[in-house]
């Protein structure tokens, strides 16, 4: 089992960067591809990031690329989301996610959730 904590988000200015940071407890951390997913107001939860086991592959979501970059340093059990321009329509609440599976877009392959941490960008 794995349990997973966000931190790092607040209230920033288009343009700022953020970096979240997602603490995952448990034994089996670094076997698990680990995701970024979001939320907006009234929208489904959607794919930001990912990033497979070993940390050598990574996918984003068009939305982010170029402006994101996942990361994870498994010696420290701990996730990354670093987060540079940020625009208004980043606005969400940012939630990290661990996979049994291989690196993938898919929500609903994703085993375990953290609570969240909430991104505002104001313009």
């Known amino acids: 089992q794995v349990q997973l904590v966000e931190s790092g988000g607040g209230l920033v200015q288009a343009g700022d960067s953020l970096r979240l940071s997602c603490a995952a407890s448990?034994?089996?951390?670094?076997?698990?591809?680990m995701g970024w997913f979001r939320q907006a107001p009234g929208k489904e939860r959607e794919f930001v990031a990912a990033?497979?086991?070993?940390?050598?592959?990574?996918i984003y979501a068009d939305s982010v690329e170029g402006r994101f970059t996942i990361s994870r340093d498994n010696a420290k059990n701990t996730a990354y989301l670093q987060m540079n321009s940020l625009k208004p329509e980043d606005t969400a609440v940012y939630y990290c996610?661990?996979?049994?599976?291989?690196?993938?877009?898919?929500?609903?392959?994703?085993?375990?959730w953290g609570q969240g941490t909430q991104v505002t960008v104001s313009s």
């Open positions: 448990g034994r089996t951390f670094s076997i698990y591809a």
């Open positions: 996610a661990a996979s049994k599976s291989v690196i993938t877009t898919t929500r609903r392959l994703y085993d375990y």
């Open positions: 990033i497979r086991w070993s940390g050598g592959s990574t």
